[in-house]
Structure formats: structure tokens, C-alpha cells
């Protein structure tokens, strides 16, 4: 069945550092990729998408490109702050429904 | 404009209860999913409703199950609930089913089985 491999937290860092969170998925077709964040206490947001191959996804200084070559989607930060701190989660979906498959999480702590 | 509102926000039941859950969508918004949250499987599909009908459902046992109204607002209800059950349970609506539609989900219900 589909899945999503995503690296294993948590991980630290200093303010202004850079950030990758490696995501890698296993599915047939061509699914959708998501990342979504969640702080402490609510539920998660959608930080960005790509549908399809060599789409880049962006917001909020995030980026990640659908890399169908090797089946990833890693998200990446030039510049964090200790208001990434929160934990980060990389999604498939394919085009039927709305089911969303997701990785493990990966929590970021942002140290000032 | 409203986000998803899903409540309670807390609750804690004992082995054995039925609990049901409640999700209201963003107005407009016709699809509703849900998914259990827990430490030690991460975040899982439990199913889809559509126009009141189930599009879709996860790996999870009969106990589960759900409902939505002509208003697109849905329900989840566990019976007999188990320790495993306890988790954060979240709800997502979007406009339709499928295509390019994000997602919006609510803060979740925590629920503890004692």
C-alpha cells in the first residue's frame, strides 16, 4: 500500500539556521504531496503542496520540490525561527477521495 | 469566515462506553474526513464522508463508524472503547472530494479512556 517515510526527529536548531526535513513516499500513480504543520495544542495546517512531478511548493519561507525521480518531497528552510518550533508532517493523496496518508512527524525545536 | 469547530475538545470515558463526536465544517465545505492521532501510530485515516455518503474508510474495526448530516455536518461514534482507543481525534473538510482541494482540519477531540 502507499506510504510515507519521513526522517525522525526530534531536531534542534539555532535561530537562522537551515532546515530540511527529508520525506520520501512509496505509491502508485501519481499522488499529490503535502506538508503540514501542527503546534502544540491545535490541529495542523497546510503548509504547502505539489501536484505533480518538479512542482515546487511554497509558503511562508518553506519550500519543497515533488522529486518523482526519487520519490521524495523534502521541506526546507533558509532562516528559522524559534516560531517554527512545532512538528512537521509530509502527506500523499491520490486524485479519488481525500484520504491522506501520512508520514511519522517530525518535531522541530528552534532554539534562540 | 468560521474554521472547522470540532467538540468536545476533551473527554474522558471508561473501558467499555460509547462515545460520539462531533464535526462541523467550514460552511460551504461538503467533504468531511476523519483521523486518529496517537504516539505510537501517528495520524491515521479513518474515513470520508461525501453528500452523506461514505467515499472512503481506513483500516479500523467496526466500532467505528460515522455519519454526516444534509447540513455536511458529520459524526464519529465508538462503541464498546478500548484503552487503545484513547488519541486526538481530528477532522478535515474541504469543498469537494478528491481534485486539488485542500484541507482544513479542527483542533481536534482529545479523548481518554480510563
Known amino acids: 500500500g502507499d506510504s510515507v517515510t519521513q526522517m525522525e526527529g526530534p531536531v534542534t536548531l539555532s535561530e537562522e539556521a537551515f532546515l530540511t526535513i527529508n520525506c520520501t513516499y512509496t505509491?502508485?500513480?501519481?499522488?499529490?504531496l503535502f506538508w503540514y504543520v501542527q503546534y502544540p495544542g491545535e490541529g495542523l495546517q497546510l503548509l504547502l503542496k505539489a501536484t505533480k512531478a518538479d512542482d515546487k511548493g511554497s509558503n511562508k519561507g518553506f519550500e519543497a520540490t515533488y522529486r518523482k525521480e526519487t520519490t521524495s518531497f523534502h521541506l526546507e528552510k533558509g532562516s528559522v525561527q524559534v516560531s517554527d518550533s512545532a512538528v512537521y508532517f509530509c502527506?500523499?493523496?491520490?486524485?479519488?477521495?481525500?484520504?491522506?496518508?501520512f508520514g511519522g512527524g517530525t518535531r522541530v525545536l528552534v532554539k534562540p | 469566515k468560521a474554521g472547522v469547530t470540532q467538540t468536545p475538545r476533551y473527554l474522558i470515558k471508561t473501558r467499555g462506553q460509547q462515545v460520539t463526536l462531533s464535526c462541523s465544517p467550514i460552511?460551504?465545505?461538503?467533504?468531511v474526513s476523519w483521523y486518529q492521532q496517537t504516539p505510537g501510530q501517528g495520524l491515521q485515516f479513518l474515513f470520508e464522508?461525501?453528500?452523506?455518503?461514505?467515499?472512503n474508510k481506513g483500516n479500523f474495526p467496526g466500532r467505528f463508524s460515522g455519519r454526516q448530516f444534509s447540513n455536511s455536518r458529520s459524526e464519529m461514534n465508538v462503541s464498546t472503547l478500548e484503552l487503545g482507543d484513547s488519541a486526538l481525534y481530528l477532522c478535515?473538510?474541504?469543498?469537494?472530494?478528491?481534485?486539488?482541494?485542500?484541507?482544513?482540519f479542527g483542533d481536534g477531540t482529545r479523548l481518554s479512556i480510563l
Open positions: 502527506a500523499l493523496r491520490k486524485a479519488a477521495g481525500n484520504k491522506l496518508t
Open positions: 478535515a473538510s474541504s469543498l469537494e472530494s478528491g481534485g486539488n482541494q485542500p484541507q482544513h
Open positions: 460552511s460551504g465545505h461538503r467533504s
Open positions: 464522508y461525501f453528500s452523506e455518503t461514505q467515499r
Open positions: 505509491a502508485t500513480g501519481y499522488p499529490s
